[in-house]
């Protein structure tokens, strides 16, 4: 890209979507009050962090500012940890329900809507630590943090959208094998686990 | 371009790869910001080469330094640039970039469109797959607008790993931009058939998804769905739809006679907990819809009773908090059902894990009744003196409150007991809820008149008390208690049995110490308390006694006067002024008691929160118009001169107890003290025996010498409430002597009578009658106010966009509008697909195309319209 022209001149264009009907614009054409961040999926965020809050995966089904996102991390990272381990793994915060599970050192924390099943996100978080598991060999928190774009590769092919996309173990596993096999081979560095 | 080549390879062995980017990060701890800051400069160095390579490694590093919380929004379009190669390692790790980073208000967003839709057409699954996963995290309505047809298409793929990506991103579309829904449902709904259980299932998901927003839009599914349903051995797929006939329901009841068989029969049946916690919810929304017509209705939820209690039961904290959560679903229609649980629920207040005692508190809230809620409350109040985090504690207070107070003090048969809770609940330190208890208080003492004269000799004990005004640091705190005491103590000054007393409690200079609106109340009460001595005294022809009065009042009120708080200044320099006003006639003794007191009269009424809102706005009034035209000539009427503070003709004179409430107060009174006599754990409240000594004739010459304590020997808030259980249950068993012997008598007329099927003698809660009896006055509501409740909808919701309908055949409007590279009047000459520019020398001009492109369209919509 040539030095001059910054990624920002584009400001000009900004997408305007007043005349579509899409209803955050429209209300905010109207005065209402701003709409606050809507939930839009089944699953709203998820989020892996270590037992010293660091952050180590995230993933959001809706869209909110980076600035939001900060705010949301922080204070579940804080009230997650502040639970004690024998507590159960729900929680109410805001308007969503937060599941999390504590797998070794990772803190894997979901943020579902009010009539969604507690149970079976639990069951997803699970499901997905297998996926890792299977595709690592026995994952751990280094895995993770230096293969971190594979963890969000099984993640997509896991989970689209905030809903469940594949059932399967194998099927979500061969998907990822089949895409690694297309990536080229000068990257293998990629792959390795180097510590 | 060869050397250039090699030199960019060469140029990348000592660039940092992900891997050396998070060993440094990791071995530079200390100064972790520095480091990385020096990194983000080498990262916008590699961005500056032409290498793709080298550009995806940095748009790689920079994905991990997002995670991290640092901003990478200035690399936009590198990463667009990164999307965009042809190589698949490169395009995923910019798709993954995209989607971390970008979101409605990421400008360069719009450039991606056509490069979306060409990795969608892709012959490469993965492509097209992983542009389908990026574009669902960050899809805007005008991506949503130009990419609805071609996803539309791809949901007819021929490989099922693009069909349900796809399909599972309609959703997200619709959300988008919604007039792509009538278009597309048609082939979503065939995908509920599809041959693939991938593809089956993520159409599952989101017509149900849809359909919990706008459920009567897809009634017509549901024979579909039954299929489905009865079918399905995938149980995330059964969850789903399960959940989804859980929102249809209300809607059809008849759907809900169907399927509480399948649906029971799911919950004997299987083994999956998730499943099962589904099926009782909605067995227990469906029974909730349907009312009634149900003959084996109560079975059901027997049935999911037992379920649950045997969740609670579980050692899995997990499901022990999923079965209280789903018990008070079913409190809400069913309480009788679980109510027979309540041992259960009690046990669960005293779990270790907090967030299970919560949820068992608010199923207390449902389980009260008459019978119970004395018992339940005291076990409150066990747990409140317990409990060692101040937000359990706060969160007790407040569940002792509503439960207390819920569908207007339903369940309290004795306010007295009530009111000595409440000033129990004074004694907590540090709780942010003294506003709450003030609240109650207040309402309490205003909407119940039987119980002012007890609630204001408690309020005048909590002001002589020194401990709360120790705790005026706080806001919020309990201190708050003082505003309502000081209130009630001087709104109803004339239950008070040592008026002097209160007013010298009230003055002290220790008061100056607390917020500034309790204050205010103080001096605003104080001089309620004044007027009424000063009848007292009046009508005792003590003019001594009621000077002493006024020359307190002169000596205290200045502290206030001084206060730093305006309203505390306004008040207490005005009241000042009156005071010494008073004190000038007095000194001519002239009579000023009856003109004080018409200074308060009237009464204060309750008042409901929203009656200010609902004034309807009378006939013939025109709000826009002028109040005044502007200066006319008209004399306003005479004004006759008045009385300094006494309106002649007095339009509400002050209530006083009509004479037959007199009495039966009195009687009532006399049969309390009895009780209380009786009860050797009462503590007398006032008078204190000291003082009764005083006032006795004859013994006056006895020197008694006052000892004035510091500290108050007695704690106010003593536990006290707990005698009232006991005189309540001898209550009960009395009346219900009484009621058996009645009862008796009935069976045996009826016995003499025509035989009738008499019901059990089961003790009920309509059988309880209230130990005093009370008029709970209701809040006061403007004449004709409006019923409606419209306050409550939110008017931005974004699923009500979706609420259409979807069995109206398609207008050909309505088509999703497919992408044409020139408008038809310019299409002369008849270009194909515009070739993607890939080589970044040509980048910019792409830019203007693609603005040309949107110019260009916004045209053509504003020529349809």
């Known amino acids: 890209m040539p030095a001059g022209c910054p990624p920002h001149s584009t400001t000009a264009s900004l997408p305007q979507h007043g005349d579509r009907g899409f209803p955050f614009a429209a209300a905010a054409a109207a005065g209402q009050a701003p709409p606050r961040p809507r939930p839009a999926a089944a699953m709203q965020f998820m989020l892996l962090f270590s037992r010293q809050g660091k952050l180590r995966l995230q993933k959001w089904y809706v869209p909110l500012s980076d600035k939001e996102k900060k705010k949301i991390t922080r204070e579940l990272v804080q009230t997650v940890l502040a639970r004690k381990p024998k507590m159960c793994s729900f929680l109410e915060w805001r308007d969503l329900k937060i599941v999390y599970k504590r797998y070794a050192s990772l803190y894997f924390c979901c943020a579902i809507e009010d009539q969604d099943n507690e149970l079976i996100t639990l069951e997803i978080i699970h499901r997905y630590v297998e996926l890792l598991d299977k595709y690592f060999g026995s994952v751990c928190e280094l895995d993770i943090i230096f293969n971190f774009e594979k963890a969000y590769f099984i993640l997509d092919e896991f989970l689209l959208g905030g809903e469940v996309q594949e059932t399967s173990k194998k099927n979500v596993l ?22 | 371009m060869a050397l250039k080549m090699v030199k960019g390879s060469i140029d990348r062995m000592f660039d940092k790869n992900l891997q050396d980017l998070v060993r440094g990060i990791r071995n530079h701890k200390e100064d972790e910001a520095k480091y990385i800051s020096q990194c983000i400069d080498e990262i916008k160095q590699e961005l ?21 919380g640092y901003d990478i929004s200035w690399a936009a379009f590198n990463i667009i640039e990164v999307m965009s190669a042809s190589k698949f390692t490169f395009k995923r790790i910019g798709y993954l970039a995209a989607s971390q980073s970008f979101h409605e208000g990421t400008d360069v967003i719009m450039l991606t469109t056509n490069q979306i839709r060409k990795d ?23 991506l949503a607008r130009d990419l609805a047809n071609d996803i539309m298409t791809l949901m007819s793929h021929t490989k099922p790993y693009i069909r349900k990506k796809a399909v599972l991103i309609m959703y997200k579309v619709f959300l988008k931009y919604p007039e792509s829904l009538r278009p597309a449902f048609p082939r979503l709904k065939e995908k509920l058939e599809d041959p693939d259980p991938g593809v089956q299932s993520a159409a599952v998901n989101v017509i149900c998804e849809l359909a919990r927003r706008n459920p009567k839009n897809y009634l017509s599914l549901a024979p579909l769905f039954f299929k489905l349903m009865t079918s399905s051995t995938n149980n995330w797929v059964l969850i789903k739809i399960i959940k989804l006939f859980g929102a249809l329901t209300p809607l059809e009841p008849r759907l809900g006679k169907k399927l509480i068989e399948p649906l029971t029969n799911l919950i004997h049946s299987t083994s999956a907990m998730s499943l099962l916690y589904e099926c009782v919810n909605t067995v227990i929304a469906v029974l909730i819809s349907l009312s009634s017509g149900m003959p084996n209705h109560s079975a059901s939820i027997q049935l999911c009773v037992q379920k649950l209690r045997i969740l609670i039961e579980d050692s899995d904290q997990n499901l022990k908090y999923l079965g209280l959560l789903a018990m008070s679903k079913i409190l809400k229609t069913h309480p009788k059902s679980v109510q027979s649980h309540k041992d259960l629920i009690l046990q669960c207040l005293d779990d270790k894990d907090e967030s299970i005692r919560l949820r068992a508190l608010d199923l207390l809230y449902g389980m009260v ?38 569908s207007n003090y339903q369940y309290i048969t004795n306010f007295e007991w009530y009111i000595s809770i409440l000033v129990e609940l004074t004694r907590l330190e540090g709780t942010r809820h003294g506003h709450l208890i003030a609240a109650q208080m207040l309402d309490v003492a205003i909407r119940v008149k039987a119980i002012r004269k007890f609630a204001v000799s408690q309020m005048s004990a909590l002001l002589d008390s020194a401990h709360l005004l120790a705790s005026s640091t706080q806001r919020n705190g309990i201190c708050e208690v003082l505003y309502a005491a000081a209130w009630i103590c001087g709104e109803f000054s004339e239950h008070l049995q040592e008026p002097h007393h209160t007013l010298e409690a009230m003055l002290r200079p220790r008061v100056t110490t607390l917020p500034g609106h309790i204050q205010a109340v103080y001096v605003q009460n104080v001089v309620k308390l004044y007027a009424s001595i000063l009848q007292q005294k009046e009508q005792a022809r003590e003019a001594e006694g009621a000077q002493a009065v006024t020359q307190l009042m002169v000596d205290r009120l200045p502290q206030f006067v001084q206060s730093a708080d305006l309203e505390v200044q306004e008040r207490a320099s005005c009241i000042l002024q009156l005071v010494k006003h008073i004190q000038k006639l007095q000194a001519k003794d002239v009579p000023v008691a009856e003109e004080v007191s018409a200074l308060f009269a009237g009464e204060l009424n309750p008042v409901a929160p929203k009656a200010q809102k609902k004034v309807p706005v009378p006939e013939g009034l025109d709000l826009d118009a002028w109040i005044n035209e502007p200066l006319s000539d008209s004399e306003s009427e005479d004004e006759r001169p008045r009385a300094v503070f006494h309106e002649e003709e007095q339009r509400r004179p002050k209530h006083r107890p009509s004479e037959a409430d007199e009495e039966e107060l009195a009687r009532r009174r006399e049969a309390r003290k009895q009780e209380q006599a009786n009860n050797p754990f009462y503590i007398k409240s006032s008078p204190s025996p000291q003082k009764r000594y005083q006032d006795t004739p004859g013994v006056e010459h006895i020197p008694v010498v006052q000892i004035d304590l510091s500290v108050p020997l007695k704690v106010p808030g003593l536990p006290m409430s707990d005698q009232y259980v006991k005189l309540e249950e001898e209550r009960r068993h009395r009346q219900k002597l009484e009621k058996d012997k009645r009862r008796k008598k009935r069976k045996e007329k009826e016995k003499k009578g025509k035989r009738r099927h008499s019901s059990l003698p089961t003790e009920s809660d309509e059988d309880i009658a209230p130990a005093q009896q009370v008029d709970i006055v209701t809040e006061e509501m403007p004449e004709n106010a409006l019923p409606s409740d419209e306050d409550d909808k939110d008017p931005n919701d974004p699923y009500r966009a979706l609420d259409i309908d979807l069995d109206k055949p398609l207008a050909d409007s309505e088509k999703l509008p497919i992408q044409k590279h020139r408008n038809t009047e310019t299409s002369k000459s008849p270009e194909k697909d515009v070739p993607m520019v890939e080589k970044k020398s040509k980048k910019p001009k792409k830019k203007k195309k693609k603005k040309k492109k949107k110019k260009k369209k916004k045209k053509k919509k504003k020529k349809k319209k």
């Open chain 2, 369 to 406: 009744s008459k019978k119970n809620l004395m018992e339940i409350v005291k076990k409150l109040m066990t747990h409140v003196d317990k409990a060692e985090g101040t937000t359990y504690r706060d969160e007790l207070l407040t569940k002792i409150i509503d439960i207390c107070s819920q």
């Open chain 2, 120 to 142: 969608l057409s892709s012959p490469s699954q993965y492509d097209t797959g992983v542009a389908l996963t990026g574009l669902s995290c960050f899809v805007t309505p005008d």
């Open chain 1, 174 to 195: 061969k998907a990822i094998e089949q895409a690694d096999l297309l990536q080229e081979p000068r990257h293998e560095y990629f792959n390795v686990p180097v510590y």
């Open chain 2, 48 to 68: 500056k080469q032409d290498n793709i390579a080298v550009k995806a490694n940095a748009v790689c590093k920079l994905t991990y330094l997002q995670m991290l």
